[in-house]
């Protein structure tokens, strides 16, 4: 065998490589869009299960009923798969007394896939697909939202808000209730827009990424806050003073009260930027 070395190595993986990305097989592409609504009453629960790609947005408003408006985007190598990869990309709904599922379909779910008895060529399966949703809840409800990457975005609802994403850009205004969000990497931002917030806990978790969080004067709570193993703690939010007489504050950990104290909040990030500022103070 012909032996090459390192540099040789690159540059032939490297020629390989742009022949095969210059002989691509072209791909076809649908969008569809799927709407549905339905009553339910305040104080229950809305589960989304998202797409392994695709965002989510939930917004909160005054009437008592769920609406659902999705767009389905699927892509194939021809137009016989592109047909029937469309035919299994959706979203079905779980009801029952004080909660409802929404479930994203599509080739990433066997236990779907196996329920519905249709077999894909293999040209199909795998092929990337995505789902966005633009979700109107009962402003008075609780959320759970669990998603693989895209954006997810949550404003208007006060209630008990559950969020579980590999990798996304969040953006989570809050008005009351409990957050406890948990993101793999990305960028997320919580802002608190007014010091009567009826929030009783916030606990927000970002593994790689920067965190924006964006606190209201005169706001009554205790702020932990800290940075795992790489990064750094900005700190623009004068309110926030030491729990502890002689506790310090430093660049990884930051324990403190706003005002009298009570409402818990917790927000840590393992490698990255965590911001702590002022609601509507520019950057």
């Not at 999705?70 to 469309?86: F, G, M, P, R, S």
């Not at 409800?141 to 949550?154: A, M, R, T, Y």
């Not at 009826?198 to 990424?209: C, I, K, M, P, W």
Request: charged share 25%; hydrophobic share 40%.
């Amino acid at each position: 065998m012909k032996k090459y070395s390192l540099l040789a190595l690159m540059l032939v993986v490297g020629s390989f490589s742009c022949a095969v990305f210059g002989q691509a097989i072209p791909t076809f592409k649908r969008t569809t869009y799927k709407t549905d609504k339905l009553e339910f009453g305040a104080g229950g629960t809305v589960a989304v299960i998202g797409a392994p790609v695709g965002s989510v947005k939930v917004e909160g408003w005054q009437n008592n009923e769920i609406e659902i408006s999705a767009t389905i985007e699927v892509e194939a190598q021809n137009e016989a798969d592109l047909a029937k990869l469309a035919g299994v990309t959706s979203f079905i709904l779980e009801e029952s007394l004080g909660r409802t599922g929404i479930i994203s379909t599509g080739t990433h779910d066997k236990k779907f896939m196996k329920s519905i008895g249709k077999k894909l060529p293999k040209t199909a399966l795998g092929m990337p697909f995505r789902i966005d949703y633009v979700i109107k809840v009962p402003r008075y409800c609780d959320l759970q939202i669990d998603g693989g990457k895209g954006e997810v975005s949550v404003s208007g609802v006060e209630g008990s808000i559950k969020i579980n994403y590999i990798e996304s850009d969040a953006d989570l205004a809050l008005v009351g209730g409990s957050l406890i969000a948990t993101i793999g990497k990305g960028s997320v931002k919580v802002s608190v827009p007014t010091r009567s917030w009826r929030g009783r806990s916030t606990e927000v978790q970002l593994a790689t990424g920067t965190m924006d969080i964006q606190l209201p004067a005169g706001l009554n709570a205790e702020v932990d806050a800290s940075i795992l193993r790489t990064g750094k703690i900005e700190n623009n939010f004068g309110d926030l003073k030491p729990r502890v007489r002689k506790g310090e504050f430093t660049d990884k950990s930051i324990i403190a009260k706003s005002g009298a104290g009570g409402i818990a909040m917790k927000f840590t990030v393992g490698d990255g930027t965590l911001k702590l500022s002022r609601f509507g103070d520019k950057d």
